[in-house]
């Protein structure tokens, strides 16, 4: 009795490593699940049912519906999707739209539940009307700043050509993108139309949100398709290729048009939060967006009329009120009204008034406190020397300004030389700065500038002839720099050496193919982050001097309103975003090389211009593909494998 049990557990363990695909128990299962029936029949017309019913012919599994399953027209109510053992239910919950395709593309979601073997990108169509729509619109969606493909937005299609139906109605028919950008629209009349691209916060497909992601383009087109054949690589194996097939198709066209998105200014002006006193001598207000009118304070336990120094960054959106008295400082509590300028619900920007307490993080004792500790610390420290008989102070040190020098010890010969301040100054003296410059082992008085870069004398600049391979010296008195508060600064030396010509590249781009005249061009690093740029010039060229050897890539931006800075698009006022390119490939610098290229900036499909290598929004990971394996395992055991029907 006991060996019959065991012959019986061994037939049940071989049936089921066979049904599994164990190699000692049998063929893998390679074959992807199929359709059995649909309810309704596939590409069925006059349909009025809004549930449909997929059957295969064994238990399936469905990845991410609600990410990986697109239904056109776009459904407004969401529509319940789900696998159920060899069904995937849809159940629509829009009223159908009359004389209309339907299409639910599953894209590759759909694989069986044991080997996970993938039934391909399968679309189900039906139509409420007399005929199916068979015609496809497919193209690229990149980022407008930077060429990179934008993916999982919306792309859709109007038969109403006006600009308002973006803003009024729903889009027609939709898909979205994949990782590369492209996106493929299905089930399109005959007809013509415009296409769009939306990053819809709130599901409405049109575009009605500031802050919604758009491309829009006011060339029209009217889908077509024609045969063509494209070829097929039949493997042998996971290593060799055993045939290469023309497969004949139907081609669709346009299968290339590109969109570039944007976010239009986000110019709704309000405060992002309540005002910060962080350090007790500023107070800083954070702006959702800038205004050249600045808020204005009425204090009221303080007099407001002088108490400030006014800072704002360059866009007006982050003001910082430094406080001139330090008896303000030692305040805890400011309280007042500010007037400011801020979006209605109307949009319309109008002044406002709010009244606020601040105060300080960090009160005035537990500063006083912390001071305290300090100067015993510190005296302890001096006791300790004098028993030792060792040089001691007994004045405790005023505290110093401290600047930022950022002065580098080598740098090269078109580097920016900067002071930054921690807080605005009162007065700063010239004279009491120096440059020199060794010329033959001995040192001269060389000729600089100090730029202000701002209004409260917060950041230098410090501007000169800098002369390959040639040390310099960058010295500070003592005092140069006095604060708002009275601190001063202590001296600063620092030496440079500006590197030789010898350790530098030169690039000269000749560009061509655009009629823009302000053209700004880039040299990028490997993670597309700016090294360099340079205006072209009248006669097209773009040449970067005392380049560091490595590899580069460049991008350029056609400067339409000459800003020196790239601009994005605005729907309503038909402004499309500055035209942005790539070179297409990458190009290395050698220490002592002048480097020429041409470069035709609309030679290439923009989506075929930016390099892999600094594309940081990659393709998606291969497609789930059949895995062949009994292929492999028959050539493992010098065996010719016979595809069959495998029974499920």
């Known amino acids: 009795m006991k060996k019959l049990l065991y012959i019986v557990l061994a037939l049940c363990m071989f049936m089921s490593c066979a049904r599994m695909g164990s190699p000692d128990g049998g063929w893998y299962d390679d074959d992807p699940p199929k359709l059995v029936s649909s309810m309704p029949a596939e590409f069925s017309t006059n349909v009025k049912n809004k549930k449909i019913v997929l059957l295969f012919d064994e238990y399936i599994k469905l990845a991410d519906a609600s990410q990986n399953v697109i239904v056109s027209p776009p459904q407004l109510e969401v529509p319940e999707i789900k696998a159920s053992g060899k069904k995937i239910i849809v159940e629509l919950q829009d009223s159908l739209i009359p004389n209309t395709t339907y299409t639910v593309d599953f894209s590759d979601a759909i694989s069986d539940n044991n080997e996970n073997n993938p039934l391909g990108n399968y679309t189900y169509v039906f139509s409420t009307g007399e005929q ?5 619109v ?36 939709i898909s979205r993108t994949d990782g590369t950008g492209r996106f493929v629209i299905k089930g399109v009349a005959p007809g013509e139309y415009r296409v769009y691209a939306l990053q819809d916060a709130d599901g409405d497909y049109k575009f009605s949100q500031k802050s919604e ?23 042998r194996d996971s290593l060799h290729i055993d045939n290469i097939l023309q497969v004949p198709y139907t081609h669709f066209y346009p299968d290339d048009v590109l969109m570039l998105a944007f976010q239009e200014p986000q110019t709704d002006r309000y405060l992002i939060k309540q005002p910060e006193r962080i350090n007790a001598d500023r107070i800083t207000f954070y702006f959702s967006y800038g205004n050249e009118h600045l808020p204005v304070i009425h204090g009221f336990n303080f007099d407001a009329d002088s108490a400030f120094v006014v800072e704002a960054t360059q866009k007006r959106d982050t003001i910082t009120y430094w406080l001139r008295d330090t008896t303000l400082v030692n305040q805890d509590t400011l309280s007042f009204a500010v007037d400011y300028m801020m979006t209605d619900t ?78 605005p100054l009162q007065r700063y003296d010239t004279a009491s700065i120096h440059l020199y410059s060794q010329i033959d082992s001995l040192w001269y008085q060389a000729p600089f500038e100090m730029i ?71 040299l990028l690093d490997k993670s597309d982050n700016v090294v360099k740029e340079v205006k072209m010039t009248a006669n097209g060229q773009a040449k970067f001097l005392y380049v560091t050897p490595a590899v580069y890539y460049f991008r350029a931006i056609a400067d339409r309103n000459g800003n020196g800075v790239w601009d994005t698009g605005v729907y309503d006022q038909d402004i499309q975003p500055e035209d942005v390119y790539y070179y297409y490939e990458s190009v290395e610098a050698k220490a002592k090389w002048d480097i020429s290229k041409s470069w035709n900036l609309t030679g290439r499909k923009r989506f075929k211009q930016k390099p892999g290598a600094i594309t940081k929004q990659k393709a998606d990971k291969e497609k789930k593909k059949l895995q062949n394996r009994n292929v492999d395992r028959a050539q493992k055991l010098g065996i010719e494998y016979v595809k069959k029907q495998v029974v499920k």
């Open 132 to 136: 199916i729509d068979t015609f496809e």
């Open 138 to 173: 497919a193209g690229y969606v990149l980022d407008a700043k930077n060429l990179e493909p934008i993916k999982g937005i919306s792309v859709g299609v109007y038969a109403d050509l006006a600009d308002s139906a973006f803003r009024t109605k729903p889009l027609l028919r």
């Open 213 to 235: 992601i758009i491309a829009y383009s006011h060339e029209t087109f009217k889908p077509s398709a024609g045969p063509d054949t494209r070829q097929d690589t039949v493997w």
């Open 346 to 423: 109307l949009g319309q920007l109008v002044m406002q008034t709010d009244t606020i307490d601040v105060i300080a993080k960090t009160p005035y004792a537990k500063r006083q406190k912390e001071l305290q500790k300090e100067i015993e610390t510190w005296q302890k420290e001096q006791e300790k020397l004098k028993k030792r008989d060792e040089p001691y102070d007994s004045i405790y040190p005023a505290k110093a300004l401290m600047p930022n020098y950022k002065i580098p010890s080598s740098m090269n010969p078109d580097s920016r030389l900067t002071i930054e301040m921690p807080i």
């Open 452 to 522: 202000q870069r701002d209004s409260v004398m917060r950041t230098f600049e410090v501007k000169a002839d800098w002369r390959p391979n040639t040390e310099y010296s960058f010295e500070v008195d003592s005092a140069a720099f006095v604060d708002l508060h009275g601190l001063v600064s202590n001296a600063f030396k620092q030496g440079i050496k500006v590197k030789s010509l010898d350790e530098y590249a030169t690039i000269t781009l000749q560009l061509s193919g655009i009629s823009d005249t302000s053209v700004i061009v880039q």
